[in-house]
């Protein structure tokens, strides 16, 4: 009902435009997917496939949305980063964080059957959502660093935990065991009582996942006199990285700051 005399009720949206120069990000994640987790059997403490889900699904939204130029997640949660000078709809957080979270999990839906073709899903999953807005590339690297080091811990306390709960203790008295363990003394555990090197552990699980957009020269075709007729083409690359805040990984990967 456009132009009609109930329109006015239009200014009262809720205003939350995130300003320039701020870096928007959005950050998805599982709810309740320790319920989720349960009902479908994940491995514990890692389920590889459904991380493999999950890094799909976060590659179709870079696919489908092409502001975004980098993504990060591990277990349930994967935060995408949008280019600085990003105009999607208007840049208005509800806006943008309501499409990128539908879309996930609408994906995720449509993609468990390639993943787990014996594993019938079991009830919808949901997805909650919250836009970060990082003000310099500092706040986002040290955004980055933080969900990487949660990705560390909970993955070294995930870790402990179920070993310990196959060595025959129960869960509680795992988590009793565990509280207030400082990282050495997991990691001592691990080597000293079940022989795992923690760092010989997939990366996967280890330093979670990113998604970076990088520019590729492609043969599209040859010409008549049999010369290569090359294009520049984005193209997606899943990779792991020990610190994805780190210098070394920003200088390596220029698209990052445009
Ligand atoms: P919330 O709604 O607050 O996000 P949640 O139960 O999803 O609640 P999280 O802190 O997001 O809580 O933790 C996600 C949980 O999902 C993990 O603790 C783990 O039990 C489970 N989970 C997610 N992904 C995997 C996976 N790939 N393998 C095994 N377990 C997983
Ligand atoms: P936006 O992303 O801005 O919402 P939009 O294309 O969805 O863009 P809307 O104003 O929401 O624009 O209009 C929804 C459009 O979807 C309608 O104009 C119509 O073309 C189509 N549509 C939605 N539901 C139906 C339906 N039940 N039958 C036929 N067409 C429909
Ligand atoms: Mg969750
Ligand atoms: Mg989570
Ligand atoms: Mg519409």
Redesign the pocket.
């Known amino acids: 009902m456009a132009n009609s005399k109930y329109e006015y009720v239009k200014s009262y949206e809720f205003e939350d435009e995130v300003f320039l120069p701020n870096l928007i990000v959005v950050r998805i ?9 349960e009902v479908h059997e ?6 590889e496939v ?2 493999n889900l999950m890094n799909s699904c976060a590659v179709s939204v870079s696919e489908e949305f092409p502001d975004i130029v980098f993504s990060y997640g591990f ?3 994967f935060s995408f980063v949008f280019k600085k000078t990003s105009k999607f709809h208007q840049r208005r957080a509800s806006k943008v964080e309501s499409i990128v979270v539908s879309f996930f999990t609408s994906v995720y839906v449509s993609k468990w059957r390639e993943f787990f073709p014996s594993k019938e899903l079991r009830y919808p999953p949901s997805f ?1 959502s919250r836009v970060i807005a990082c003000a310099t590339i500092e706040v986002l690297q040290s955004y980055l660093l933080w969900r990487q080091s949660s990705c560390h811990t ?1 993955n070294l306390h995930g870790t402990c935990l179920w070993e310990l709960v196959k060595d025959g203790k129960t869960e509680s008295e795992a988590l009793e065991l565990l509280k207030g363990a400082s990282k050495e003394e997991k990691n001592s555990l691990l080597f000293e009582k079940f022989d795992i090197i923690y760092q010989k552990l997939d990366a996967i699980f280890r330093q979670g996942s990113c998604i970076l957009k990088t520019e590729v020269m492609d043969v599209v075709k040859h010409n008549e006199n049999g010369s290569p007729v090359e294009r520049l083409r984005k193209k997606l690359r899943i990779l792991h990285s020990k610190n994805i805040a780190g210098r070394s990984f920003w200088n390596e990967h220029a698209s990052l700051r445009n």
Request: proline share 5%; aromatic share 14%; hydrophobic share 25%.
């Open positions: 994640d599982g709810r309740d997917f320790r319920t989720f987790a994940f491995e514990k403490p890692n389920d459904a991380l277990s349930d949660e909650h909970s």
